[in-house]
C-alpha cells in the first residue's frame, strides 16, 4: 500500500511540475526571467475561486463536460506505475482501458465545444476528433510493442518484468520513449501540432475548444490536462528507464525532464505546423510506431534462435 | 406440428388484417410479445440445461429430415431477436401513428403483418438445422424485410432502395443455394451438420467461401455492404433499427454455423485469416464512410457496416487463435464477437429510434437541418448520449466491454509471440476504427443536439410520446447493466463462446472475472467521480456570480447560427485523407479567390461510396442492354408465345436424342 501510495504521490508531483519545466525552459532559450516555476498551479488557485460565464446556448452537457474530462483523466492516470513502484490499479488488459478513458476525456470536450454553437470552437473540435482518431493506433501499436516484449497487457505487470529484459531490447524500449514523448506532443496540444499560445490558424486545437469554459470548469480542464501529461510523460520515462536503472527514483524525475525539456525545446527552436501537414505528421508517428514494434518483432525472433 | 404453425399463422395475419386501423399495433405486440417470451424461455433453458432444445422433427421433401432446436448459439441470438423486437414494436406504436390517416387498414395490416413475420422467420432461422427450413426461413425473412422497407412505397427512392435491397438478398441466396446443394449432393444431408462430414472428406475452402460470401451479402460484408445505406435511410425507423440491429447478425450467425463444423486446423487457420481480413476491410471502409457521411440514417447505416467488421475482427482472432492451439486469445476473440453482437444490437436499435424520433419532428434526416434538439427533445437527447458513448466503445459502457474482450485476446496473442503480425493488424485496425468512430458519432451528436438550430424547424419540435421513450428506454438500461455490471452480464456469453470454437468455461472465466469486475468498480467509480465533482463543482458556485451570455466570438458580435461548424465541414478533415475511398459529386460552386464582392452562391457536396461505382459499372450496363433485347421477345401476342413453346419443346427433344441432357 505505500508503494501505491508514493507511486500516486510521484504522478501527482510529475503532473503538476512539467508545466513549470516547460515555461521555465521556454524562458531562458528565450533569454526572459520567466514566470514563477509554480506560477501555474496558482492560476488555477485564482480559476477556483472565481464565479462562472456560461454560454446561452449551452446546456447541462456543457456543465457536465469538465468534470467528465478531468474524472476520466484522473481515472487513467492512476493506472500508471513510476518504474518499480506499483499503481494504484492495474487488471490485465488496462493499457486499453487507459487509451480508452484519454478518449472519454476528448469526446467530452469535443461535445462541450460543440454545446457551444460557435464556429471556432467547432473547429478545434472537428481537429481534435481527426488528430485523436489518427493519434489511437500509434498509442495501441506502442502498447503493442510493450506487451510483445513482456507478455502481459497492464502497465504494471509491463514494467515489472521489462527490468529483466534482454539488453538489446532495451534500444527499442529508448526508441519507444521517444514515440511516447512524441505521441505526448498531440496528445496534450503541443507545438508541432497545436499551440497553446494559439496564434491564430484560427485558434488551433485544444485552446479553442476551452474559449468558452471560465472559473472552476476551465480549472478542472487545466488540471484534466496536466493529468493526461503526466500519463504519457511517466510511460514514456518508464520505457526509456529500463534502458538504465529501472527505479522510481530516476523514473520520477526523468518523466519531468524529459517532457518538460523536449516540450520546452521543441516549443523555442520551431515554429508549429501548418494544420494541413499535422495529418501528416500524426501518420508519421503512427508509422514510427509500426517500425518499432517490426524492429522489436525480428529482435525478438533473434533471439529465439540464438 | 405444421398444421399447428400454420394455424397460429393463419389466426395472427387474420387478427392483423380483422382489427382496427389504431389497434392493430397491439395485436402485433401481443404476437411479438408471445414469440419473444417463448423463444427466451426456450432460450434460457438452452442455456441453463446442458444440451440443446429439440423443438421439432420433420422431413422434407427436398433435403431429407431436418429440424428446428435451440443449442447455446441459437439461444444468444434468440435472445438478441426477442429483446430487439419487443423493443420495436412497441417503438411502432408511436412512429406508425403518424401514417394512421394517410394510410388504409389494409397497408398498415401488411406492413404488421411483414413485422411479425420477420421476427418470426428470424426465430426461426437461428433455430433451424439447415437444408430447407432453413432456405425458406431466410427467404421469408428477406421478403418480410423487403414488404417493411417498402412502408412509404410512394416515394421513388423507396422503391429503388427496396428493389436493390431484394436482388442483392438473392444474390446472396443464391450463393446460400449452391452451398447447401453442395454439401446435399456429397453427402446426402444438407444440415450444417452435415457440414463436418462433408469437410472431412472433401476440399472445405471453396464451400466455406462460398457460404462465408452467401452470409455476408445479409451482414453487410465488403464489398457487398451497398445495400445498407440505400435500404436505412427508405426504412421506417423502427424497420431500420429491427433490420440493423438484428437482422443482419443472422448473417454473421450463419458464418459461425459453418465455421463451427470446420476441424481440420490448416482450413480454420485460412479461414480465420479471411474471416479476419474481410473485418478489417469492413470495419475500416464502414467507418471512414460514416465520418463523412452527411445523413443520420446512412451515417448509422455505415456505422453497422463498421460493427460487423468489428464482430468479424473478433472472429478472426479467434479461429486464428483456435488454429494455433492457443486456448484463450480463442475465448477472448469469440466472447468479444459474440458480446459485440448483443452490445450492437442493443445500441444500433436505439441509435436508430432515436433518428426515428427527430424524423418524426424535423421530417428530415439530414444533419445540416438540425442543430440543438437537446433543448427541445431532451429525454431524447439523453437516451442518445448513452447509445453515443456505447457505440464510441467508451468506458463504463458495454460497447468497451466487448471491445476490451477482442483486445485482450489480441493483446495475448501478442505476448505469447505467435501469430503477432495478425494480431498486430488487427489492432491497428481495431484502434483507427475506435477513433474514426468517435469522430463521427460526436458529429452525429454534436450537429443534431447541440449547438443553434440551423434551420427554422427546430423550434417547433417537442418530445416524443412516452412509447417510443419506453421503448428505447429498454435497450438503454440494458447497455447500463452490460457495461456496469459486466462480469455477470459474460457468462452466458463465455458459455456459448466455449461450444462454438471449442473452449474452456471455466478458464476463460477465470481469466475475465477479476478484469470485468475490477472493470465494473473502475466504471461504477468513474461515474462516482464525475457526479463528485460536479457536486462540487455546483457548491463551490452557489455562492458566486454565475452569469450567462453569447457564446464568444472572437470579438465578432453579429454571430448568426449559419456560422456554426457544419456536418460537412466537421468532417473536412477526413475527408481530405479519405479520397480514395470516397467519389465526391459537387454541385455549384465555390466563391472565387478573384471576386471581390462575392455574389451569391449555392454549392453542395455529398459522398458516393466508390464501391457503388461497382454497381453501376459496364456490366450493370450490360445487364441492362440484354435485358431490352429479351423484352423484345415479349411482343404480347399468344401465338408467339405458343411457338416459343413449341421451340423449348423441340429443343429439349433434339437434346435429349443427341444425349445431351
Not at chain 1, 520513449?177 to 506532443?185: A, Q
Not at chain 2, 509471440?417 to 458519432?441: K, P, Q
Not at chain 2, 452490460?482 to 463462446?497: C, F, H, K
Not at chain 2, 477479476?514 to 468513474?526: M, Y
Request: charged letters at 15%; proline letters at 3%.
Amino acid at each position: 500500500m505505500g508503494a501505491k501510495l508514493l507511486n500516486t504521490l510521484l504522478m501527482l508531483l510529475v503532473a503538476l511540475t512539467i508545466t513549470g519545466v516547460i515555461n521555465r525552459t521556454r524562458a531562458v532559450l528565450a533569454g526572459r526571467k520567466g514566470l514563477r516555476f509554480f506560477q501555474h498551479v496558482m492560476d488555477i488557485g485564482v480559476l477556483l475561486r472565481k464565479g462562472a460565464v456560461y454560454s446561452e446556448v449551452t446546456g447541462i452537457l456543457f456543465r457536465i463536460a469538465p468534470c467528465v474530462y478531468l474524472g476520466a483523466s484522473l481515472m487513467a492516470f492512476l493506472f500508471v506505475p513510476v518504474a518499480d513502484l506499483d499503481p494504484l490499479l492495474s487488471f490485465h488488459g488496462d493499457v486499453v482501458l487507459v487509451a480508452y478513458l484519454l478518449a472519454l476525456s476528448r469526446v467530452a470536450l469535443i461535445l462541450a465545444a460543440m454545446d457551444t454553437g460557435s464556429s471556432f470552437e467547432g473547429m478545434g473540435a472537428s481537429r481534435e476528433a481527426l488528430y485523436g482518431a489518427l493519434i489511437e493506433p500509434a498509442i495501441m501499436l506502442a502498447m503493442a510493442t510493450l506487451a510483445m516484449f513482456c507478455g502481459y497487457s497492464s502497465l504494471a505487470d509491463i514494467f515489472s518484468t521489462a527490468r529483466s529484459l534482454d539488453v538489446n531490447l532495451t534500444i527499442v524500449m529508448l526508441l519507444l520513449g521517444y514515440v511516447f514523448i512524441k505521441i505526448m506532443f498531440v496528445e496534450a496540444g503541443r507545438v508541432p501540432v497545436d499551440d497553446p499560445r494559439t496564434h491564430l490558424e484560427l485558434t488551433m486545437v485544444h485552446e479553442v475548444m476551452c474559449l468558452d469554459f471560465s472559473g472552476i470548469d476551465l480549472a478542472m480542464i487545466h488540471i484534466g490536462g496536466w493529468l493526461k501529461n503526466a500519463v504519457m510523460a511517466v510511460i514514456a520515462a518508464d520505457a526509456v528507464a529500463v534502458a538504465f536503472c529501472f527505479r522510481w527514483e530516476l523514473a520520477a524525475p526523468l518523466a519531468v525532464v524529459l517532457a518538460g525539456l523536449s516540450v520546452g525545446i521543441t516549443e523555442s527552436l520551431r515554429a508549429r505546423n501548418k494544420l494541413a501537414r499535422n495529418t501528416t505528421y500524426i501518420l508519421t508517428i503512427t508509422a514510427m510506431s509500426a517500425l518499432v514494434l517490426f524492429i522489436g518483432y525480428l529482435l525478438l525472433k533473434n533471439i529465439e534462435i540464438v | 406440428m405444421y398444421p399447428y404453425l400454420i394455424l397460429f399463422a393463419a389466426i395472427a395475419v387474420a387478427a392483423l388484417f380483422a382489427a382496427p386501423k389504431r389497434h392493430k399495433v397491439w395485436v402485433a405486440a401481443a404476437i411479438v410479445v408471445l414469440l419473444s417470451a417463448a423463444a427466451a424461455a426456450v432460450a434460457v433453458e438452452a442455456l441453463c440445461g446442458r444440451q440443446e432444445v429439440v423443438l421439432a422433427e420433420f422431413a422434407t421433401g427436398m433435403f431429407g429430415a431436418e429440424r428446428l432446436a435451440v443449442d447455446r448459439l441459437s439461444a444468444l441470438f434468440l435472445l438478441i431477436i426477442a429483446v430487439a423486437s419487443v423493443a420495436t414494436v412497441i417503438y411502432s406504436k408511436g412512429y406508425v401513428e403518424h401514417y394512421l390517416e394517410r394510410s388504409s387498414s389494409a397497408h398498415i395490416a401488411l406492413h404488421y403483418t411483414s413485422l411479425v413475420t420477420l421476427v418470426g422467420s428470424m426465430m426461426t432461422v437461428v433455430m433451424s438445422s439447415g437444408g430447407f427450413s432453413f432456405l425458406m426461413s431466410w427467404e421469408l425473412m428477406t421478403i418480410a424485410s423487403f414488404l417493411l422497407i417498402l412502408f412509404e412505397a410512394e416515394r421513388r427512392e423507396v422503391r429503388r432502395a427496396a428493389l436493390n435491397y431484394l436482388v442483392m438478398m438473392h444474390i446472396g441466396f443464391i450463393f446460400l443455394v449452391i452451398g447447401f446443394v453442395a454439401v446435399y449432393s456429397a453427402t446426402g444431408l444438407a444440415s450444417f451438420g452435415a457440414l463436418s462430414d462433408y469437410f472431412s472428406r472433401h476440399a472445405p475452402l471453396p464451400v466455406v467461401v462460398v457460404f462465408i460470401v452467401g452470409f455476408g451479402m445479409k451482414a453487410g460484408m465488403f464489398p457487398m455492404h451497398v445495400w445498407l445505406p440505400e435500404a436505412h435511410p427508405a426504412a421506417p425507423s423502427h424497420v431500420s433499427a429491427i433490420m440493423s440491429g438484428v437482422m443482419i447478425k443472422t448473417g454473421i450467425y450463419g458464418i459461425l454455423r459453418v465455421a463451427a463444423e470446420i476441424e481440420s486446423v490448416q482450413t480454420l487457420y485460412v479461414v480465420g485469416i479471411i474471416i479476419l481480413f474481410a473485418g478489417i476491410v469492413t470495419g475500416v471502409w464502414g467507418v471512414i464512410l460514416a465520418a463523412v457521411e452527411n445523413d443520420m440514417k446512412r451515417l448509422l447505416a455505415y456505422s453497422s457496416i463498421e460493427n460487423i467488421g468489428v464482430i468479424l475482427i473478433g472472429m478472426g482472432i479467434a479461429y486464428i487463435g483456435r488454429a494455433a492451439d492457443n486456448d484463450l486469445v480463442a475465448m477472448c476473440g469469440m466472447c468479444g464477437a459474440l458480446l459485440h453482437a448483443v452490445n450492437h444490437s442493443l445500441f444500433k436499435t436505439l441509435l436508430f429510434f432515436g433518428a426515428g424520433n427527430i424524423y418524426s419532428k424535423m421530417h428530415s434526416t439530414s444533419l445540416d437541418k438540425m442543430g440543438g434538439l437537446s433543448r427541445h427533445m431532451p429525454v431524447t437527447a439523453l437516451l442518445m448520449i448513452v447509445a453515443t458513448v456505447a457505440i464510441c466503445a467508451l468506458p463504463p459502457l458495454n460497447g468497451f466491454v466487448s471491445e476490451l474482450l477482442i483486445y485482450l485476446g489480441m493483446f495475448n496473442g501478442v505476448g505469447e509471440g505467435r501469430e503477432v503480425l495478425y494480431s498486430v493488424a488487427a489492432i491497428v485496425a481495431l484502434s483507427l476504427i475506435g477513433g474514426v468512430v468517435v469522430l463521427a458519432f460526436t458529429k452525429l451528436y454534436g450537429i443534431v443536439f447541440l449547438g443553434s438550430p440551423r434551420s427554422t424547424h427546430v423550434a417547433e419540435t417537442s418530445e416524443v410520446d412516452n412509447c417510443r421513450i419506453a421503448a428505447m428506454a429498454l435497450p438503454a438500461a440494458m447497455i447500463l447493466a452490460i457495461g456496469l455490471l459486466p462480469q455477470y452480464a459474460v457468462r452466458p456469453v463465455v458459455e456459448v463462446a466455449a461450444d462454438t470454437i471449442g473452449g474452456d468455461y471455466a478458464i476463460a472465466m477465470a481469466h475475465f472475472t477479476p478484469v470485468l469486475s475490477t472493470l465494473s468498480a473502475i466504471g461504477i467509480s468513474l461515474l462516482a467521480v464525475v457526479a463528485l465533482l460536479y457536486i462540487l463543482k455546483r457548491r463551490a458556485q452557489a455562492g458566486r456570480t454565475v452569469s450567462s451570455s453569447p457564446t464568444w466570438g472572437c470579438g465578432f458580435t453579429a454571430l448568426n447560427t449559419r456560422m456554426q461548424y457544419t456536418g460537412e465541414s466537421y468532417s473536412e478533415g477526413l475527408e481530405n485523407i479519405a479520397t480514395s475511398l470516397t467519389q465526391n459529386r459537387v454541385d455549384g460552386r465555390t466563391i472565387d479567390k478573384s471576386e471581390i464582392f462575392p455574389s451569391q452562391h449555392r454549392y453542395d457536396v455529398s459522398h458516393k461510396d466508390k464501391i457503388d461505382r461497382l454497381f453501376a459499372a459496364w456490366w450493370v450496363e450490360a445487364m441492362h442492354r440484354i435485358n431490352v433485347g429479351v423484352m423484345r421477345l415479349r411482343t404480347g401476342k399468344i401465338n408467339h408465345y405458343i411457338m416459343y413453346a413449341l421451340a423449348l419443346l423441340a429443343a429439349v427433344m433434339v437434346l435429349t436424342l443427341l444425349n445431351l441432357l
